[in-house]
T-cell receptor, first 112, second 114 residues
């Protein structure tokens, strides 16, 4: 089955810096790659996703890139703000009913 | 709309006791899911449902049962709780098709088994 590895497990940056979180997946048939943000004590929420027919997607300060050949995808956050502090999860699934396999999460801390 | 709700929010069980977690959604979503979240392990899929009356196993189904008698509800049962089932449980729901595959999560249930 699918296996998703996520790095780093923790990431500390200064406000205004950029942050990059990387994930690799094992199943070349996976074609949907979402990123979820979970604030402390809250529920996970989708922040951005990408499908395998697209190499990059941006939404304001957030972008995701996908390299299908290498089977890895990354989350890029620019101009980080303290409210970006949270745990970020990547995930992968094959088509159909979005049976997601999640990475183990990255705790991002943005210091003022 | 309330979105996805879960009952209860917290529960403490003794080993061997049983309980049912209730998930309800008011978005008319076809798909519903149960996950468990443990420190350092992310979210793992327990069971899921692609429609009323249907259920299927996810990554970690052992020790759990589910039912989807109504489209808006998805129940997770623990017949004989074990300490290894101490976790935070999240329910989620989603549409089956485009434009969005987003899964909407409930607020979670923190379960402790002593």
């Amino acid at each position: 089955g699918e296996n998703v590895e996520q790095h780093p497990s923790t990431l500390s940056v200064q406000e205004g810096d950029s942050a990059v979180i990387k994930c690799t997946y094992s199943d070349s048939a996976s074609n949907y790659f979402p990123w979820y943000k979970q604030e402390l004590g809250k529920r996970p929420q989708l922040i951005i996703d990408i499908r395998s027919n697209v190499g990059e997607k941006k939404d304001q300060r957030i972008a995701v890139t996908l390299n299908k050949t290498a089977k890895h995808f990354s989350l890029h956050i620019t101009e980080t703000q303290p409210e970006d502090s949270a745990v970020y999860f990547c995930a992968a699934s094959k088509g159909g009913f979005q049976k997601l396999v999640f990475g183990t999460g990255t705790r991002l801390l943005v210091s003022p | 709309n309330a979105g996805v709700t879960q009952t209860p929010k917290f529960r403490v069980l003794k080993t061997g006791q049983s309980m049912t977690l209730l998930c309800a959604q008011d978005m008319n979503h076809e798909y519903m899911y149960w996950y468990r979240q443990d420190p350092g392990m992310g979210l793992r899929l327990i069971h899921y449902s692609v429609g009323e009356g249907t259920t299927a196993k996810g990554e970690v189904p052992d020790g759990y049962n589910v039912s989807r008698l109504k489209k808006q509800n998805f129940l997770l049962g623990l017949e004989s709780a074990a300490p290894s089932q101490t976790s935070v449980y999240f329910c989620a729901s989603s549409r089956p098709d485009r434009p969005s595959y987003e899964q909407y999560f409930g607020p979670g249930t923190r379960l402790t088994v002593t």
